[in-house]
């Protein structure tokens, strides 16, 4: 499956941002799907997860209570919804396809990148 991460872009401390990430292919539905980011000198890191059903969602403790993630499998999108952003946030979010054991599974494509200003 190939993925398109969009919605970034520059807002302000405790703003809000919609990311959405396009799969293309008609697997998206096999996988679980996720959401990583990586910041300026940092290694990528896990930011939420959502399982093929939708049914449950994960989230790293950084953004539990501010971020959101759905996907609609008719739409072969995932979404991340992030509130109250913070300065710390800035990264490029990637999204991607996660096996059953919820490790990444093939490649990450475009991110997208999120700058929260102070």
């Known amino acids: 499956v190939q993925l398109q991460a969009s919605g970034g872009g520059l807002v302000q401390a405790g703003g809000s941002l919609r990311l959405s990430c396009a799969a293309s292919?008609?697997?998206?539905?096999?996988?679980?799907m996720g959401w990583f980011r990586q910041a300026p000198g940092k290694e990528r890191e896990f930011v939420s997860a959502?399982?093929?059903?939708?049914?449950?969602?994960y989230y790293a403790d950084f953004v539990k209570g501010r971020f959101t993630v759905s996907r609609d499998n008719a739409k072969n999108t995932v979404y991340l919804q992030m509130n109250s952003l913070k300065p710390e946030d800035t990264a490029v979010y990637y999204c991607?396809?996660?096996?059953?054991?919820?490790?990444?599974?093939?490649?990450w494509g475009q991110g997208t990148l999120v700058t929260v200003s102070s």
């Open positions: 959502i399982p093929r059903s939708g049914s449950m969602t």
């Open positions: 991607g396809a996660l096996g059953s054991d919820y490790k990444p599974v093939g490649d």
């Open positions: 292919g008609r697997t998206f539905s096999n996988y679980n």
